[in-house]
């Protein structure tokens, strides 16, 4: 199966919980979406993009009854919706390569914690999100996903690599200081 495949396609039909994504259909293609017998597709792509999704609560079992393989999910298009947190069940994607989360709500930094987790993580947006405002924004999250390499539709540079080294390293230490004076 090749990397992603065509992506199964929920966007912009106004979906707001992940039960709404059974009562739908995916978007038609250029190329032609298969399908097994018992009618799940063989992709490794899903587009969910454009909706009213606050919150991925029931993903896993969308995953199941949409796709052939769910647990070889290698894309997972969420940008522009209304999610304001980064839910665990995406931490349980471990084959994921690539999270579009530009466009939602994010305002911790701190939620980009949970995606550590996700050890084939290339490729992740996060821009058009509040954190984005934040001071050091890029470097926390090359910092916090060291394996990225593109991020917000930029490769990552040797450089951002070693700021964001740097800088970690140096959060980790003030970390530790104020916990020992805390003791």
Known sequence: MELQGVPVDFSFKYISTMRDV?????????????????????SRALRLNNNIITELTGLTDILSAVFVEPTCLAWLDLSFNDISHIHPVLTELV????????????????????????????????HGNTIEKERGYRGYVISTLPHLKMMDFNAITKQERVMASIWHKGRKSCES???STEG
């Open 22 to 42: 059974l009562s739908e259909e995916p978007n038609p293609s250029m190329r032609p979406l298969r399908k097994n017998s018992k009618g799940k597709f063989s």
């Open 177 to 179: 200081s104020i916990h």
């Open 95 to 126: 084959e994921l390569r690539m999270l579009n989360l530009h466009g939602n709500s994010i305002c911790n930094l701190s939620e980009v914690d949970k995606l550590r987790t996700l050890p084939l993580l290339r490729t992740i947006t996060l």
